[in-house]
T-cell receptor
Framework: EADIYQTPRYLVIGTGKKITLECSQT?????MYWYQQDPGMELHLIHY???????EKGDLSSESTVSRIRTEHFPLTLESARPSHTSQYLC????????????????FGSGTQLSVL | GENVEQHPSTLSVQEGDSAVIKCTYSDSASNYFPWYKQELGKRPQLIID?????GEKKDQRIAVTLNKTAKHFSLHITETQPEDSAVYFCAASRVTGGFKTIFGAGTRLFVKA
């Protein structure tokens, strides 16, 4: 089934550890995003990508990095996790609309809840 | 910069009553306005959207209205039910050579049975 998948669903790690949050989509979408969200609170865009080999920083300053080597895969890496990184991380994707349309409908993954001790 | 303001931040209604959530946007180039619903512990999902050439759109119990002149758009839920309880996010999207979606801060809706 076409969907967007995030792993792990929950992650508890110690300060200073390097972690990678995985995001994969099987919908053939070009554009992918990472949002940071405290439960039920505002969505903060931290990274996005227009396609393979494209990565851009979002509105919220983040110490994470992303890569886009394959269309379906958009992992997010924290080189050295800190307690301030504790949050939910949501991955999303969308396909560009037709030329005469402006619809950008986002499809979200189920999220990774990260806790840094 | 561009922003989307959303009000109220919390809304509590009795089952069967109507709920209205309002948003304003700053970028006059915005042309697409989706609404996302996020139930507790789940992912945000698109529930309804409206494009700039339409003033109103309805889908069963939910409707959206858009006033481009005033840069306002609203979500209306009629005959609310407990399963409508969730956080609702409005958003505005515009073409920036690749499109960009700006989200509101969210409204937490409680429907009391």
């Amino acid at each position: 089934e076409a969907d967007i998948y995030q792993t792990p669903r929950y992650l508890v790690i110690g300060t200073g550890k390097k972690i990678t949050l995985e995001c994969s989509q099987t919908m053939g979408h070009d554009k992918m995003y990472w949002y940071q969200q405290d439960p039920g609170m505002e969505l903060h865009l931290i990274h996005y990508s227009y396609g393979v080999n494209s990565t851009e920083k979002g509105d919220l300053s983040s110490e994470s990095t992303v890569s886009r080597i394959r269309t379906e895969h958009f992992p997010l890496t924290l080189e050295s996790a800190r307690p301030s990184h504790t949050s939910q991380y949501l991955c999303a994707s969308t396909t560009p609309p037709p030329r005469d349309r402006e619809d950008e409908k986002l499809f979200f993954g189920s999220g990774t809840q990260l806790s840094v001790l | 910069g561009e922003n989307v303001e959303q009000h109220p931040s919390t809304l509590s209604v009795q089952e069967g009553d109507s709920a209205v959530i309002k948003c304003t946007y700053s970028d006059s180039a915005s042309n697409y306005f989706p609404w996302y619903k996020q139930e507790l512990g789940k992912r945000p999902q698109l529930i309804i959207d409206i494009r700039s050439n339409v003033g109103e759109k309805k889908d069963q119990r939910i409707a959206v209205t858009l006033n481009k002149t005033a840069k306002h758009f609203s979500l209306h839920i009629t005959e609310t039910q407990p399963e409508d309880s969730a956080v609702y996010f409005c958003a505005a999207s515009r073409v920036t050579g690749g499109f960009k979606t700006i989200f509101g801060a969210g409204t937490r809706l409680f429907v009391k049975a």
